[in-house]
């Protein structure tokens, strides 16, 4: 896949392989012309939203390989400082069998435990929220440390990825990162409720017969 992407955004395989393997930090130029080569809809570059891909050009294969890379470079071992902020209404409402979704919430911790860079905190259902309304969508923010590229915002859709380097987007964004930053609980106590959710999940799992 790496000799294919390469073709596609004219760059060396020897460039290709850095990036792949966290060996340097990607500008933005680079992550734009990736997500648009892997099938990531990158027309969002400006302030306007861009329309959802339509059922012809959606590709569930392409969007699950892009996340896998994106999830592989974030847990890297010299990869970036990566916070995560899980609502905990996706606990309490599982719409995919519950011991899935105890496995799933598990790794959560198990990487938290093992991972330095990464960061687990659990927004509470209950939390009352001023000024700021909960996303409908996740959404991911991204700095880099070279002056010249500008922080990106990246809005998840059931089909898609949109990536945004637009002012207005980017300072929504941010905003409310940084209102329900405050509203979320401390590592230590989002761990020890992510598990008790997970025990909780096998409990139902194991009386549902599954």
Known sequence: MADELAKRIHYSRTKISR??????RPDVADVIKILDAL???GA?????????PSASTFNLVKMTEARQRRQELILHPEGPTYTVILDE???QRVNVPAGIMAAQVRYLVQLADSVADLTNRLLPV???I???PIPQAAFSLYTFSAPADPPMVVIET?????PYTGRCEVEQHTKRYDL????VLSSEDSLKRLSKAADRLDRQSAGAGE
Not at 180 to 183: E, N, Y
């Open 19 to 24: 990036l792949e393997n966290a060996s340097g």
């Open 39 to 41: 099938g990531i809809t």
């Open 44 to 52: 969002a570059r400006t302030s306007s939203p861009a329309p959802p």
């Open 89 to 91: 209404v996706v606990l």
């Open 126 to 128: 209950d939390t009352y």
């Open 130 to 132: 001023e000024g700021v």
């Open 158 to 162: 059931s089909s898609s990825d949109l």
């Open 180 to 183: 329900l930053s405050k509203a």
